[in-house]
């Protein structure tokens, strides 16, 4: 079982895509590989049907998504496990995902990991869905990547 795994929430489109390109990141940089198996990252599409199966399989779950909240185009947000400040923020993921309604059902499960960082990563107004990524959205994606990679130091090793 891994010790830690960055679930990337996203698709092809748009600013959408930044959960996806932050995996991407991270795979191509070695930082996963360089931890034997310790440290996975995927691509997530569909959160509803995906999300439980994953956290089941982890210690520390660090989610990345494209949100709609209220700051400019590559604001990026990260909330660690404070139920108190997921219930707060209510940022909407954008495919639907209700983070702390979520959480709260791995608890009645008994498949939460024990620790769960969530980045919400704000896009931009809506685009054509062709579009590449907003450069604020790139770039915030790629700080996120490095972000994730400090998370990884602090929880594997």
């Not at 590989?33 to 599409?45: E, I, S």
């Not at 494209?66 to 954008?94: M, P």
Request: with cysteine; glycine share 8%.
């Amino acid at each position: 079982m891994p010790r830690l795994t960055v679930i990337g929430i996203g698709s092809p489109y748009a600013d959408d895509r930044a959960g996806w390109y932050v995996v991407e990141r991270l795979d191509a940089s070695g930082c996963v590989t360089a931890y034997g198996g310790q440290v996975v990252a995927t691509a997530c599409r569909s959160p509803a049907s995906e999300l439980m199966n994953l956290f089941v399989s982890t210690d520390v779950a660090v989610v990345v998504d494209a949100v709609r909240f209220c700051g400019a185009a590559g604001t990026i947000y990260r909330l660690a496990d404070a139920h108190s400040r997921l219930l707060e923020a209510r940022f909407l993921s954008s495919h639907g995902v209700d983070f702390p309604a979520m959480l709260a059902l791995a608890d009645t499960l008994g498949h939460r990991p024990r620790e769960v960082i969530i980045y919400g990563i704000e896009a931009g107004p809506a685009v054509a869905i062709a579009e590449a990524m907003c450069d604020e959205v790139s770039r915030a994606a790629a700080r996120v990547a490095d972000d994730i990679k400090q998370d990884i130091v602090n929880h594997v090793g």
